[in-house]
């Protein structure tokens, strides 16, 4: 049929709007680009969901166990145990280890406040210590400070995707009779090593450890999803109980348990994710490293510091911005069209539904002035150098003004 061609018309179509001779425009720019990121791997996914919808084994199927099982060797654990979010992972993992009312758990103020939600509805007392200011992750001298004897369990929080200080944790844990629960939603893929030269993944370090799959996470599904890792088969069971309203043996129900379980939908697309997920890692240090070059000598930005013992996974890449400038550079950023986010504004301890806890307006110093000074700019797997160029030249031009 004549009059039906190649689409050649797209390239004229976009001439009019380039900003150059023969330029493309520059890809508007998110916090998080998941719909690129999807369209890279579409034919992979479309074919798995499809898979699944064909099998109608929705809740628990065949491809969340193949996930658990792949989880498990990606991190170098011997058990995972997937569930409903991250959240949910955490009071699964409390739950299994036996906290009570009455018990203490010291975390971070500086984290979501998933972290210190669950402590609370589980009627077990949060107990803050601070964080450091250069990674933003807890500080080992502040937790064995806040130790008393009602205290059960420490968690540390892997924040913007680099691992805390494990090796001090686990010393002061192991010193005290404690357990460790790694909040892991930030941090999959990054890799510890240790003093002694041991190379571990994040949330294989201790007792248990909790994973969140929402979809802007580093390992994100198309939906609500998290997982629970442990190398302890006791732990392992109890874990697997409590996510199955406390049953092993349908319609006996040995212990109060919670529904909480992984769609087979969100499994087969996180098991195409995680085939990507180190490379996803590499994009985003990428763009991690592009952004450092940039910022390398300007005044009150401070780019983030990376540990010694720590790989970093990008989760966010949030600058530390001096002087009062913070609030200025994100409006004039918004202006420019980038958006730029302040993770986190309130520290938990001055949360109005947390106030109660015993730390007051002033007693965690680092938390409080990062909230002042904390800036995350837009960090994806799908960041090309014209935008960066384009965040860090509007960078350049508000402090250099
Ligand atoms: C996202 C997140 C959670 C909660 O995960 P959900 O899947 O949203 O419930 C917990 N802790 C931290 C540090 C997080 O970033």
């Avoid at 992979?44 to 898979?51: G, K, L, N, S």
């Avoid at 929705?58 to 498990?72: A, H, R, T």
């Avoid at 569930?83 to 103020?109: H, R």
């Avoid at 930030?186 to 979809?215: E, L, M, N």
Wanted: with cysteine; glycine share 8%.
């Amino acid at each position: 049929m004549a009059g039906f061609t190649k689409p050649r018309h797209i390239h004229y179509l976009r001439a009019p709007f380039s900003n150059g001779p023969g330029k493309v425009p520059m890809k508007p720019i998110q916090m998080v680009d998941l719909i690129g990121q999807y369209q890279k791997i579409k034919p992979e996914v479309d074919a798995a969901m499809q898979q699944v919808l064909s099998t109608a084994a929705f809740i628990n199927g065949p491809e969340v166990k193949e996930l658990e099982k792949e989880l498990s060797a990606y991190l170098g654990v011997k058990h995972t145990v997937a569930c409903a979010n991250g959240t949910d992972a955490l009071q699964i993992a409390m739950m299994a280890l036996g906290l009570k009312p009455g018990d203490e758990v010291i975390t971070a103020s500086f984290t979501f406040v998933a972290t210190v939600e669950v402590v609370a509805l589980l009627g077990i007392t949060p107990v803050f210590a601070d964080v450091l200011p250069g990674t933003f992750n807890l500080d080992p001298a502040d937790i064995e400070r806040k130790i008393t004897p009602k205290t059960k369990a420490i968690v540390p929080v892997h924040l913007f995707g680099q691992v805390a200080d494990m090796d001090a944790i686990m010393a002061i844990a192991e010193k005290h009779g404690l357990f460790v629960i790694e909040d892991n939603a930030q941090a999959i893929g990054a890799v510890y090593t240790s003093k002694d030269g041991t190379r571990r993944k994040a949330g294989s370090i201790g007792h248990v450890a909790s994973t969140s799959f929402f979809p802007s996470k580093n390992l994100g599904c198309y939906g609500d999803g998290g997982a629970i890792f442990t190398n302890d088969d006791v732990l392992a069971g109890k874990l697997r109980k409590i996510c199955n309203h406390g049953s092993d043996v349908r319609y006996y129900h040995e212990v109060v348990g919670v529904n909480s379980r992984l769609d087979s939908l969100q499994a087969a697309i996180l098991r195409i994710k995680l085939k990507h997920l180190d490379q996803y890692a590499k994009e985003r240090n990428r763009a991690a490293t592009h952004y450092d070059n940039a910022f390398a000598s300007l005044e009150h930005i401070a780019v983030p510091e990376r540990s010694s013992n720590s790989t970093h996974v990008f989760h966010q890449y949030t600058l530390k911005v001096t002087g009062g400038h913070r609030d200025g550079l994100k409006k004039h950023l918004e202006d420019k069209g980038i958006p730029a986010m302040i993770y986190y504004p309130v520290p938990c301890h001055l949360q109005t539904a947390y106030k109660a806890s015993r730390c007051p307006e002033g007693s965690l110093p680092n938390t409080e002035q990062l909230t002042h000074e904390v800036l995350s700019l837009p960090m994806s797997t799908e960041m090309d150098n014209e935008q960066l160029s384009y965040i860090t030249e509007a960078i350049s031009s508000f402090i250099n003004a």
